[in-house]
């Protein structure tokens, strides 16, 4: 399979108003799936080795929010200024801030290189608007990815996690570290611990996961998107995991 090249996300991270640099050209294939799991799991690891396979747009929420995070006080809105004190304690930003920050940007749900959704929905009110919005978009989702793994290598997971604060990529120390320390591979940019990955921060994200995301997996069970992976392994190991369940739906005509 071909690898493509990534979208810089401009029109996701930054507003509509942007444009991105390489947006995806139709490919064979259009894939519209969320990703699903606890904090920690490796949803933003999984959705980057995915992009490469399947052409999509990787939609984080909480990229956006991290985005808003490096702009200037002025330029932000009360309600993104609000978002980011509930992001530094761990909570969840409420659902209509997300819920315009998402219909703003609709139009990503509508490219034609398909989606990678993930952080989104994680209360069943945004699931709900999710399905309305999707619907009003004439668009159908066709799986949800749900990343399962024990909370003790959740924790490792998150302990180690470093992020670069221009492109977003994810590392690991001392698993999967920068070649040169604080430094991105890929553009140089400078690498980070999230504040949210102190560890009575992370506590308070597993909780809210378990009391507001968690019955997210009833609702898309009872909607037969559910595809449940274990995230146990190697990035590599679970990207052929998921993909292998991706090849077994792709084998069903698209509607
Ligand atoms: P968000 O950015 O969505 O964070 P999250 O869901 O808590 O998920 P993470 O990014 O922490 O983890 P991940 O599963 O992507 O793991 P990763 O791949 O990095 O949200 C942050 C905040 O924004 C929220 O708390 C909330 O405040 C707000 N927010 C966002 N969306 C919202 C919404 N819809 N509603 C309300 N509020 C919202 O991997 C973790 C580490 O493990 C990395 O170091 C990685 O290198 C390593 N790793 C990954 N896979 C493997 C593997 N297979 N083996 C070994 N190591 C691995």
């Given amino acids: 399979m071909a690898t493509c090249v990534a ?6 991270l930054t507003g509509p108003r942007t444009t991105c640099s390489h947006p995806p050209s139709a490919p ?7 990703l699903l799991g ?24 909480g990229d956006v929010f991290r985005a808003a995070k490096s702009m ?9 200024r609000q978002a980011l004190e509930y992001m ?30 993930d952080g989104f929905p994680r209360t069943v009110a945004q699931a709900d608007a999710l399905e309305k919005l999707l619907d009003e978009n004439q668009v159908k989702l066709d799986a949800v990815l749900n990343y399962d793994l024990p909370i003790d290598q959740i924790v490792a997971r998150l302990s180690g996690r470093r992020t670069c604060t221009s492109c977003k990529a994810v590392y690991h120390v001392p698993n999967n570290p920068p070649k ?16 949210d990955d102190k560890p009575e921060i992370v506590r308070n994200r597993m909780e809210i996961y378990n009391r507001s995301t968690a019955p997210l997996i009833d609702f898309y069970e009872k909607r037969k998107l559910l595809v449940t992976v274990s995230a146990d392994g190697s990035p590599e190991k679970v990207m052929n995991a998921t993909w292998q ?4 739906l792709a084998s069903d005509p698209q509607d």
């Fill in 7 to 12: 979208n810089d996300r401009a029109a996701w």
């Fill in 38 to 61: 606890p904090p920690g799991v490796g949803k933003g690891t999984q959705a980057s080795l995915l992009v490469n396979r399947i052409g999509a747009c990787h939609l984080s929420t």
């Fill in 88 to 117: 530094k304690r761990g909570d969840l930003v409420p659902d209509s801030t997300v819920l315009s920050m998402l219909q703003e940007r609709a139009g990503c749900l509508r490219c034609s290189g398909g989606f990678l959704l």
């Fill in 245 to 248: 369940q991706l090849t077994h």
């Fill in 72 to 80: 200037k006080a002025c330029d932000l809105s009360p309600a993104m």
């Fill in 180 to 195: 040169v320390e604080g430094v991105c591979d890929t553009c140089h940019g400078k690498i980070i611990q999230r504040e």
């Fill in 28 to 34: 064979t294939r259009v894939w519209r799936l969320v």
